[in-house]
């Protein structure tokens, strides 16, 4: 999403597949924040938190105009559901343990802060890896 025109290219499928709510990774962005586009979607970001700082991470939300609400609550077809989203990117394997490990344990921290009666997604970049032998799924390639 770091080059013009990519968020309104995004918008544009999302509305194409009727998606409520988007989970996007590798924004490219700085910082944390929310837009509301010129269509009227919001897109909810966060980034590394320098600015200075190199470009590879960064998830965000982009919430369509039925769910621009989702930040107070969320209609579902079954009154006092609530969801919680969390998107995340994963530190990739050839990252340091500690950054790992610094991640999962604040993940696991997040999840935790959850109401378990509430409906959690989990989205995101996990970087998970299945290990070199990919027979019987070969469609995901080796890794």
Not at 98 to 108: H, S
Request: hydrophobic fraction near 35%.
């Amino acid at each position: 999403m770091w080059e013009t025109g990519k968020t309104s290219q995004i918008a544009t499928e999302m509305r194409r597949y009727s998606l409520a709510v988007l989970g996007i990774n590798e924004t490219h962005w700085t910082q944390a924040g929310q837009k509301r586009l010129a269509t009227r979607e919001i897109l909810l970001y966060s980034g590394h938190e320098e600015d200075n700082a190199p470009h590879p991470e960064g998830v965000a939300l982009m919430l369509f105009k039925v769910a621009r609400d989702a930040l107070v609550g969320f209609k579902t077809k079954k009154e006092g559901i609530l969801m919680n989203i969390i998107q995340c990117y994963a530190p990739n394997n050839d990252s340091n343990d500690d950054i790992k490990d610094q991640f999962y344990e604040r993940l696991q921290s997040i999840i935790e802060k959850c109401p378990r009666k509430n409906l959690t997604i989990l989205m995101g970049d996990l970087n998970a890896k299945v290990g070199i032998d990919n027979t019987g799924y070969e469609d995901m390639g080796r890794h």
